[in-house]
T-cell receptor
Framework: EAGVVQSPRYKIIEKKQPVAFWCNPISGHNTLYWYRQNLGQGPELLIRYENEEAVDDSQLPKDRFSAERLKGVDSTLKIQPAELGDSAVYLC??????????????FGPGTRLTVL | GQNIDQPTEMTATEGAIVQINCTYQTSGFNGLFWYQQHAGEAPTFLSYNVLDGLEEKGRFSSFLSRSKGYSYLLLKELQMKDSASYLCAVGNNDMRFGAGTRLTVKP
């Protein structure tokens, strides 16, 4: 079974430029998460989707960050414009097969963003 | 809100036992997770506790005391490949992670 797929794996951009990350969750998982992980820190939730609905975006900086999950499968996370402080690893995770007693999250390999 | 505290770094010897502690304060509790993360890789699930007590899974065990807001991850028969960061996380769908404990296993 394929895991969570993310692309690109690495991205280097100059500040003020836009950037987008893509995630394909595990087939059948209805819950999708975007996290940001700074060096030496744990992942920080940015947004959580249940199918195509964003049910928790309280930590998403909405002035420059946006996300979408059209059709409730793939998702994209966008930053426009990027700032130096956005340099981090952006992780996508999915969970939620029917009948699970808890939602074990499966993480993708992440996109390492460097803003110069 | 949720505060999750765990030691920043630990060092142990191959073959030994190490215990990584995690304390948390949360307005609601839906379970406690431990994840392992090797450098440059994604976190991978290790364990889940929702009731008090010890959950054992091979060389790894996790303990939870909800009344004390406390958990620990116990790693036995340490191997070099266990060198990684260990992340404590509280919640379920709304999971919040601690900063992680970087464990170094030495020969």
């Amino acid at each position: 079974e394929a895991g969570v797929v993310q692309s690109p794996r690495y991205k280097i951009i100059e500040k003020k430029q836009p950037v987008a990350f893509w995630c394909n969750p595990i087939s059948g998982h209805n819950t999708l998460y975007w996290y940001r992980q700074n060096l030496g820190q744990g992942p920080e939730l940015l947004i959580r989707y249940e199918n195509e609905e964003a049910v928790d975006d309280s930590q998403l900086p909405k002035d420059r960050f946006s996300a979408e999950r059209l059709k409730g499968v793939d998702s994209t996370l966008k930053i426009q414009p990027a700032e130096l402080g956005d340099s981090a690893v952006y992780l996508c995770a999915s969970s939620g097969l029917a009948g699970d007693s808890y939602n074990e999250q499966f993480f993708g390999p992440g996109t390492r963003l460097t803003v110069l | 809100g949720q505060n999750i505290d765990q030691p920043t770094e630990m060092t142990a010897t191959e073959g030994a036992i190490v215990q990584i502690n995690c304390t948390y304060q949360t307005s609601g509790f839906n379970g406690l997770f431990w994840y392992q993360q090797h450098a440059g890789e994604a976190p991978t699930f290790l364990s889940y506790n929702v009731l008090d007590g010890l959950e054992e899974k091979g060389r790894f065990s996790s303990f939870l005391s909800r009344s004390k807001g406390y958990s620990y991850l116990l790693l036995k028969e340490l191997q070099m490949k266990d060198s990684a960061s260990y992340l404590c996380a509280v919640g379920n769908n709304d999971m919040r992670f601690g900063a992680g404990t970087r464990l170094t296993v030495k020969p």
